[in-house]
């Protein structure tokens, strides 16, 4: 499997620097680079983002390792719905058991769920995070969702199920 990073700012304006770590990541630990520029509708811009993605994009219109992309939201998000869209193109998640240990708010739970998950137990210790991803999967009705209140590893000695 092809290993892809995520290379995620302004770029107001990709600067040589820019262009050196995409180059070298593509040397040595990626073979594919997706250049994320993030979109922040508070911060004022020397070029727009038109011109932005124009601009990285006849960079590297000669090289199919690199992607220009932009996004609005938090760079957290846009690295997690591209995590599941690579997957998605290796693993069929449609019916399948999942197993989210160390769940926190549950993101990754919920990406499961809304993607065909069958069952989803989401393992985290902390209460209010427990407590916030039983409340939030009964408000979006995804009855998929498992929370667990438990130890990770005393989870992982007793528990008994197999997942996908």
Same mark, same amino acid.
């Given at each position: 499997?092809?290993?892809? +990073?995520?290379?995620?700012?302004?770029?107001?304006?990709?600067?040589?620097?820019? &262009?050196? $770590? !995409? %180059?070298?990541?593509? &040397?040595? !630990?990626?073979?594919?680079? $997706? $250049? +994320?520029?993030?979109?922040?509708?508070?911060? /004022? #811009?020397?070029?727009?983002?038109?011109?932005?993605? &124009?601009? $990285? &994009?006849?960079?590297?219109?000669?090289?199919?390792? !690199?992607? *220009?992309?932009? #996004?609005? =939201?938090?760079?957290?998000?846009?690295?997690?719905?591209?995590?599941?869209?690579?997957? =998605?193109?290796?693993?069929?998640?449609?019916?399948?058991?999942?197993? %989210?240990?160390?769940a926190g708010t =549950?993101?990754?739970?919920y990406e499961f769920?809304?993607?065909?998950?069958?069952?989803?137990?989401? *393992?985290?210790?902390?209460?209010?995070?427990?407590?916030?991803?039983? +409340?939030?999967?009964?408000?979006? =009705?995804?009855?998929?969702?498992?929370?667990?209140?438990?130890?990770?590893?005393l989870y992982l /000695?007793?528990?008994?199920?197999? #997942?996908?």
């Open positions: 499997m092809s290993k892809t +990073a995520l290379f995620a700012g302004s770029f107001d304006p990709f600067t040589k620097g820019h &262009q050196n $770590i !995409v %180059d070298r990541a593509l &040397q040595s !630990v990626a073979d594919n680079v $997706i $250049i +994320a520029i993030g979109v922040n509708h508070e911060k /004022k #811009y020397m070029f727009s983002l038109e011109e932005r993605l &124009q601009a $990285i &994009q006849e960079l590297y219109k000669d090289n199919l390792h !690199v992607r *220009v992309e932009s #996004y609005e =939201g938090l760079t957290t998000d846009f690295a997690k719905e591209n995590l599941f869209n690579v997957l =998605g193109n290796v693993v069929d998640f449609e019916g399948i058991e999942v197993l %989210d240990l160390f =549950g993101s990754i739970s769920a809304s993607r065909g998950a069958a069952s989803v137990t989401s *393992v985290e210790i902390n209460a209010v995070h427990y407590n916030f991803i039983r +409340a939030t999967a009964k408000s979006f =009705g995804l009855t998929n969702i498992h929370p667990v209140k438990a130890n990770v590893f /000695k007793s528990c008994a199920k197999k #997942y996908d």
